[in-house]
């Protein structure tokens, strides 16, 4: 059972290109989260997802864009990377009990 | 929109007490409390659903008051092991009335015990 996982763990991108992270639950989990964090400002929530074919933007979305084709999976794309955008991405999933937040390990991306 | 949690740091020595306080500008539905280490993923504390609601995990307890729209945490006896960055998290009626169901996080507490 490996929960969360979070793919890639690291990357660094050049400003103006563009990539996927993906995020994977293996728990039936309805609700999935991107949230960033970066120093002092605590975690940003980017988008989220009430369930499959769905997507909500959340606090910060700007410049970011998700797809949950599959319930088990939620994609954050950066269609042209900034480096405001160099930060600590965490994806999180729930049920709809929403007892608790099962986070992945995250992924540290750079943007140059 | 965000939770405001104080102190933003707070330096103990093992054995002493502290409390971290979250507070809200919305109504709140629940407060949930996370503990982060340097480098990992947020780990769940525990969640509080009802007004005035105390709960406790170990020797680390909190209370909600949904009246006020704050929750605390109460972390006593402290051990090395309580080291990290702890936040709050609020879902709020509206959100979930509307089947939003979004966790919005304080900046985060730094918290260091040392021996």
């Known amino acids: 059972n490996a929960g969360v996982t979070q793919t890639p763990k690291f990357r660094v991108l050049k400003t103006g290109q563009s990539m996927t992270l993906l995020c994977a639950q293996d728990m039936n989990h309805e609700y999935m989260y991107w949230y960033r964090q970066d120093p002092g400002m605590g975690l940003r929530l980017i988008h989220y997802s009430v369930g499959e074919g769905t997507t909500a933007k959340g606090e910060v979305p700007d410049g970011y864009n998700v797809s949950r084709l599959k319930k088990q999976n939620f994609l954050l794309g950066l269609e042209s990377a900034a480096p405001s955008q160099t930060s600590v991405y965490f994806c999180a999933s729930t049920d709809t009990r929403l007892e608790k937040l099962f986070f992945g390990s995250g992924t540290q991306l750079s943007v140059l | 929109q965000q939770p405001v949690q104080s102190p933003q740091a707070v330096i103990l020595r093992e054995g002493e007490d502290a409390v971290i306080n979250c507070s809200s500008s919305k109504a709140l539905y629940s407060v949930h409390w996370y503990r982060q280490k340097h480098g990992e993923a947020p780990v769940f504390l525990m969640i509080l659903l009802k007004g005035g609601e105390q709960k406790g995990h170990e020797k680390i307890s909190a209370s909600f008051n949904e009246k006020k729209q704050q929750s605390s945490l109460y972390l006593t006896a402290s051990q090395l092991s309580y080291s990290g960055t702890y936040f709050c998290?609020?879902?709020?009626?509206?959100?979930?009335?509307?089947?939003?169901?979004?966790?919005?996080f304080g900046a985060g507490t730094r918290l260091f015990v040392k021996a």
């Open positions: 998290g609020t879902v709020s009626p509206s959100w979930v009335n509307t089947g939003g169901f979004k966790t919005i």
